[in-house]
């Protein structure tokens, strides 16, 4: 990578010195953590908006083939497969499509109700949009954010306990949950940047861990006398009061938050191309070494960013417990911010490629409940198509000889060809 | 937190030339102030009871009863006075010696148990029944970190401990419940954790995929392709496909009957034999034999390990491989040792306190064994504690391994530094 990748050489050539150096120099272990996100950019961004659409479309092709293998009609037909090949073959369809077209009828459209399921489409996909901002930011400046999650339960946390305990009129009370959701996850994602730029400490490391300790910090908090819904064993807090939560929009579970998440994706796109932050933050990103000879302050952006992150993904907590839940439970982040990591990467952290990754799976999450009920098909097949997805993205050169197109991509084809006869040298 | 203090005496190993800092001692001075106020002069009076002796011993041994305040400010002023002496030396400019840290920690920790016990409701505890269950809670940990060892050595970062993990778990019970054999269930559990890891390592060293990406993936992916086959497979015909049968504990004559260290030595299931065997072979492997040195070779310096001759990327990808094997042998703990079924996310995270074990232990076989018996021994005081009902709420004892390893990475305690190239793909040029 070292020859053919320039900027990237940089871990190669910082990691001995770390290794010999005695008081290992945080500096250096923040170039190389640097860097190696500098290598994720590249994935993310040299792929085209085609390789994109391929990657879905294998990856529901590999998800109804899953669905169909577990059919009992497609079992069924398989046993008389050389008699009549042809009724294994429509088995076989109807099973893949027949979820996929229940999943489009919970996710967008149906005779029934028309286009009611998009809104639901769009509820979901808000704290997804949010999150995956957050993530996405944080990628672009070469930072792996892991703890979504974690900043999502903060920030709910902060932004629900305004809700339920303070009592003031309505618009002042609402703004000041969001802005202390935002704050809260600010904070729990700002301490990672502290941490990482100070000691050098790895991020992804710290946000998993930290992850946790924001799951069980929630849960001790909702079995205190604070948090806990009188009258209640359970931990759930009171419900947010109505000067507090999102006004619907249409009469749906759509919300207002909604349109915070396009507001947020504007800001997002703004900081990163208009702002001098965003410069420096893509700066760091792209080469740390040569921001810091350039007179930016990679601490002060560790920490900026991640607190930026942490605020993003703060804002999916006040989407979850001022629009669509209503109530802080332990389950408050449910699993948006790991889904927001995959939402990141279909989106190549772009913020208008994340808002319409967000959209994407918020339509999978809200579709895959109505084919649940419709065909029986497990909501987890949702979790399979989507980790497909992202990995058939990460990796162009699969997805182009998957679809045989492999001579086309010049620039990857020694690479990776290289890296395969490696391994199968191993392999032999 | 008394565990914080262990690590802090291997700092001097690492970093033979640095000049003494303050982070031992001040870490030394603050954990004995903690102890001995909160320990000590807040206790409770209330005399504490260990019990030492299980049914099956071959002599009992009366059990351990000591007076909770006293004990603890006894053993706070013990502390003080290490601590104090740590000061000293770095006033000297001297190093606290390597036995300090240890010391420090075990006097915290028994400092802390006789502290949460005698404030206790019913202020009587079995040790031999905690340290058992300590060591039962940590067999998936060991097996999980010790797959990170192998890969995160070699160069690949691996978080995809815990896909393995629940890969393992789910194969494990459905190959041993349509073949009525737990052994071979055992056996199909490491090559699902292998399948796993190959995984790993080829869009890693072949397609060069960012590894952290992969692995966060490969977790989402082995969820949902277990919790699909849960409900697609196993929920439909329960006794055919979700029925694995337990692996008997194998109990050695005679051994077994030592107080405390009979059970966790030698009343074990095949899965926890295992465990020491791994722990054992891993480490003789890892810094005594040519492959171990060849791993511990593209793990740091790839390029200078290619010049020697050494097939980077294909030890890399046989050694992600095994990595994967041992984690899915710790998986089927959960489906055949711990419970007979398999449940959804059946590994609960476990896959992420390894990888916190791993750390650190410091990305040694033997270090993060006993980080995972720790984290072990946590998680079942937690349980034993909320039975028995303290002051510390429970969630602030689980929290514990995730502020420990939060501790470690940031240096707070002596710095856990990872293997250099790990993370970095190897292209031969």
Redesign the interface.
């Known amino acids: 990578?070292?020859?053919?990748d320039p900027s990237s050489s940089a871990?190669?050539e910082d990691?001995?010195a770390?290794?010999q150096a005695?008081?290992?120099v945080p500096v250096a272990a923040t170039t190389a953590a640097k860097t190696?996100g500098v290598?994720?950019l590249r994935?993310i961004v040299a792929g085209s908006g085609l390789v994109s659409l391929l990657a879905v479309v294998a990856a529901l092709v590999l998800g109804g083939l899953?669905i169909a293998s577990?059919d009992r009609q497609v079992g069924r037909t398989l046993g008389y497969f050389l008699a009549r090949p042809t009724d294994f073959f429509q088995a076989l369809w109807t099973a893949g499509t027949s979820s996929y077209v229940a999943l489009f009828q919970g996710a967008v459209f149906n005779p029934r109700q028309g286009f009611a399921p998009l809104l639901e489409t769009l509820t979901v996909a808000t704290p997804l949009i949010c999150a995956g901002l957050g993530v996405a930011l944080a990628f672009r400046a070469g930072l792996?954010n892991?703890g979504a999650q974690g900043q999502i339960i903060i920030g709910g946390t902060l932004a629900a306990y305004a809700g339920f305990a303070w009592h003031l009129p309505f618009g002042l009370h609402l703004l000041l949950v969001l802005v202390l959701g935002i704050v809260g996850g600010a904070l729990w994602g700002g301490l990672v940047g502290y941490?990482k730029a100070?000691?050098?400490?790895?991020e992804?490391?710290?946000t998993?861990?930290?992850n946790?300790?924001a799951l069980?910090?929630v849960?001790?908090l909702l079995?205190t006398s604070a948090f806990q819904r009188p009258g209640e064993t359970n931990p759930i807090s009171p419900r947010l009061d109505e000067t507090a939560v999102f006004p619907s929009l249409t009469g749906s579970r759509l919300h207002l938050g909604f349109v915070v998440a396009i507001a947020l994706t504007v800001a997002v796109w703004w900081i990163l191309s208009r702002s001098t932050v965003g410069f420096e933050f893509r700066a760091v990103g792209a080469n740390p070494s040569a921001a810091r000879t350039a007179g930016v302050d990679v601490g002060r952006s560790t920490i900026l960013v991640m607190a930026l992150a942490g605020a993003l993904a703060g804002a999916a907590g006040v989407a979850q417990v001022a629009g669509t839940e209503k109530v802080l439970t332990t389950g408050v982040a449910a699993s948006y911010g790991?889904d927001a990591?995959?939402v990141a990467?279909l989106g190549r952290s772009s913020p208008w490629g994340t808002f319409a990754a967000g959209l994407l799976f918020g339509a999978f999450r809200a579709g895959a409940v109505q084919m649940q009920i419709q065909t029986g098909?497990?909501i987890?097949?949702?979790?399979?198509v989507?980790?497909?997805i992202?990995?058939f993205i990460?990796?162009p050169?699969?997805i182009r000889s998957l679809f045989g197109f492999g001579r086309r991509a010049k620039r990857r084809g020694p690479?990776?060809r290289?890296?395969?006869g490696?391994?199968a040298?191993?392999?032999a | 937190m008394s565990a914080t203090a262990a690590p802090a005496v291997s700092a001097p190993a690492i970093?033979?030339?640095?000049p003494v800092g303050w982070k031992v001692p001040a870490t030394l001075s603050v954990l004995a102030v903690v102890a001995l106020v909160v320990f000590g002069f807040l206790g409770s009076a209330q005399t504490a009871e260990f019990g030492i002796s299980a049914s099956g011993d071959a002599f009992a041994l009366p059990a351990l009863r000591v007076p909770g305040m006293a004990t603890s400010i006894v053993l706070g002023v013990l502390m003080a006075g290490l601590a104090a002496w740590s000061v000293w030396l770095k006033l000297q400019g001297r190093r606290t010696p390597g036995w300090a840290g240890p010391v420090f920690a075990v006097m915290f920790v028994f400092s802390f148990l006789v502290w949460v016990v005698a404030s206790a409701r019913t202020p009587s505890i079995s040790l031999a029944g905690l340290i058992a269950g300590a060591v039962t809670l940590a067999v998936p940990l060991v097996f999980g970190s010790l797959s990170g060892v192998l890969c995160e050595r070699s160069g690949v970062?691996n978080?995809a401990i815990e896909g393995q993990l629940l890969g393992g778990a789910f194969t494990a019970a459905i190959v041993a419940s349509v073949t009525r054999s737990p052994a071979l269930g055992l056996v199909a559990a490491a090559v699902a954790g292998a399948l796993v890891s190959m995984v790993l390592?080829?869009?890693s060293?072949?397609?060069?995929?960012?590894q952290?990406?992969?692995g966060?993936?490969?977790n989402?992916?082995v969820?949902?392709?277990t919790?699909?086959?849960?409900?697609?497979?196993m929920q439909e015909d329960p006794e055919l496909f979700n029925s694995p049968g337990r692996l008997p504990i194998l109990e050695i004559p005679v051994l077994s009957a030592i107080p405390i260290l009979g059970p966790i030595l030698f009343k074990q299931s095949v899965v926890g034999y295992l465990m020491y065997i791994a722990v054992a072979v891993v480490w003789l492997g890892l810094f005594k034999t040519r492959w171990g040195l060849r791993l511990r070779a593209v793990g740091?310096?790839p390029?200078a390990a290619d010049t020697l001759g050494i097939?980077?990327?294909?030890?890399r990808?046989?050694n992600v491989t095994l990595g994967g094997a041992i984690a899915g042998i710790g998986g089927s703990f959960f489906t055949l040792v711990a419970i007979d079924s398999f449940t959804?996310e059946i590994s609960g995270?476990r896959g992420?306190i390894a990888?916190?074990a791993l750390?650190f232990g410091r990305w040694n076989p033997i270090g993060a064994f006993f980080a995972a018996l720790l984290f072990g021994f946590a998680d079942n005081l937690q349980a034993i504690l909320t039975i028995i009902g303290t002051p510390v709420?429970s969630?602030?004892m689980?929290?514990m391994p995730?502020?420990v390893?939060?501790f470690a990475?940031?240096?707070?305690v002596g710095?856990s530094?990872?293997p250099?190239?790990e993370?970095?793909?190897?292209?031969?040029?």
Request: aromatic share 12%.
């Open positions: 990578m070292s020859q053919l871990p190669v990691s001995p770390t290794a005695p008081p290992p190696e290598s994720v994935e899953l577990t792996f892991i941490l100070r000691t050098g400490a790895h992804v490391i710290l998993i861990m930290f946790y300790v069980y910090l849960d001790f079995n790991f990591i995959t990467l098909t497990p987890d097949i949702v979790l399979v989507q980790s497909l992202v990995l990460a990796a050169p699969l690479r990776a290289h890296a395969q490696t391994t040298g191993g392999a | 970093s033979p030339g640095a970062v978080i390592a080829v869009f060293i072949r397609y060069l995929v960012n952290i990406i992969v966060v993936v490969l989402v992916l969820s949902g392709l919790g699909f086959l849960f409900t697609t497979v740091e310096h390029k097939r980077v990327n294909a030890t990808f046989w959804k995270g992420f990888l916190a750390i709420p969630q602030f689980a929290m995730y502020l390893t939060v990475v940031a240096g707070l710095r530094r990872p250099a190239a993370g970095i793909p190897y292209v031969k040029g």
